[in-house]
T-cell receptor, first 109, second 118 residues
């Protein structure tokens, strides 16, 4: 079964602290993984995708096929990073996205 | 470009009723996907429309149906509403011009329609 698991509902850190939002997936085949973010009163938007291997707003995520994980990391959290983060998996050859339940990141000043 | 727009913003219905939600895709987009997001959950894929046909479907009953119009806008219809249908319904559109069929075109999400079933 295809599934995305985000074990933490809430992650609270202080500004400047490192952040790691966990994501594990279950998928037979080559997955394509994404992180979506929803800031307060804004719509869901793509943050980054593993294929592009880019850093967006200081966030990076590495696909670890051995551990079936795609954790989102940032070395120094900023207050403006406070948002809801969703990890998502795309089935090959479809546009269907399978989302995790999300993790709320709170960054305190 | 206002991006993906959805109407109405909020809707209250009673059990057994029928509801229609509407979505206008971002300019230049031809594909529309619908997701259901229950409270405390991530979005769940309902179905996707392309060229006025349902192309992919998630694990939702036949009470959920849709339509896409020639201008690429779309409707989501839900019949015989249940209390469990209460959720935020998200529409997402993706662009035309696929480089290759297996490539992913980013989905842009609308603000959603909040449906409450009493």
């Amino acid at each position: 079964a295809q599934r995305v698991t985000q074990p933490e509902k809430l992650l609270s850190v202080f500004k400047g602290a490192p952040v790691e939002l966990k994501c594990n997936y279950s998928y037979s085949g080559s997955p394509e993984l994404f992180w979506y973010v929803q800031y307060s009163r804004q719509r869901l938007q793509l943050l980054l995708r593993h294929i592009s291997r880019e850093s967006i707003k200081g966030f990076t995520a590495d696909l670890n096929k051995g551990e079936t994980s795609f954790h989102l990391k940032k070395p120094f959290a900023q207050e403006e990073d406070s948002a809801m983060y969703y990890c998502a998996l795309r089935s090959y050859n479809t546009d269907k996205l399978i989302f995790g339940t999300g993790t709320r990141l709170q960054v305190f000043p | 470009d206002a991006g993906v727009t959805q109407s109405p913003t909020h809707l209250i219905k009673t059990r057994g009723q029928q509801v229609t939600l509407r979505c206008s895709p971002k300019s230049g987009h031809d594909t529309v996907s619908w997701y259901q997001q229950a409270l405390g959950q991530g979005p769940q894929f309902i179905f996707q429309y392309y060229e006025e046909e349902e192309r992919q479907r998630g694990n939702f009953p036949d009470r959920f149906s849709g339509h896409q119009f020639p201008n690429y806008s779309s409707e989501l219809n839900v019949n015989a509403l249940l209390l469990g249908d209460s959720a935020l319904y998200l529409c997402a559109s993706s662009p035309a011009n696929r480089v290759r069929e297996s490539s992913y075109n980013e989905q842009f999400f609308g603000p959603g329609t909040r449906l409450t079933v009493l």
